[in-house]
């Protein structure tokens, strides 16, 4: 997925506390939104959405009668997994985990991410430049750096370079 998202291995991969992020979000959003979180799950459909299954389609009776905000509430309570939380099993080697927050307001959402950040992993092909900048942007933190090498079509920690073994392991904890 290196490859696909990050621009041919230049980019970098954030790592997070999963815990510690979770509380972050329900901290600054629970009070004024709907936040669900969880694992996605993977699963291959067929090409036509089943006729019985109504995450796709908007019954249009039901909208009539109770109008677009508890129409649009409604259907979030009745289909977020399946929305939110499901891809396809192309994508199973991601084991994605996802927040989403369900708000009445347009203005755009953000979080402090705090001491959820404990490590950054490198793409092969990230800059010098760049990694070094990211390092010293980022110190003060005490999180953990990384870079991947790819080798026999497998990503490899990049254990030999000396700028990634600035910090003792701290990794095992995280959850």
């Known amino acids: 997925m290196w490859a696909q998202y990050s621009q ?8 997070f506390d999963r815990e510690r992020l979770t509380n972050l979000i329900e901290n600054r959003y629970a009070k004024s939104c709907e936040i669900v979180w969880g694992d996605v799950t993977y699963r291959n459909r067929g090409v036509m959405t089943d006729q019985n299954e109504a995450e796709y389609f908007i019954n249009v009776d039901y909208l009539d009668s109770v109008g677009f905000t508890e129409y649009a509430r409604a259907h979030f309570h009745t289909h977020v997994r399946r929305l939110f939380f499901e ?9 994605e985990f996802r927040w989403v927050i369900r708000t009445e307001s347009k203005k ?11 490590g950054i992993i490198f793409g092969e092909n990230t800059k010098d430049a760049d990694v070094e900048e990211l390092i010293g942007m ?6 953990e750096y990384m870079g991947l090498k790819w080798r026999n079509c ?3 920690y990049d254990l030999a370079n000396p700028r990634y073994n600035r910090r003792p392991h701290i990794w095992e904890n995280v959850k």
């Open 8 to 15: 041919k291995h230049t980019g970098v991969c954030l790592v």
């Open 87 to 95: 891809k396809m099993m192309d994508w199973r080697d991601e084991t």
């Open 108 to 118: 755009n959402l953000s979080i402090n991410f705090e001491n959820s950040l404990v």
């Open 138 to 143: 980022t110190w003060d933190l005490q999180i």
């Open 154 to 156: 497998s990503p490899w």
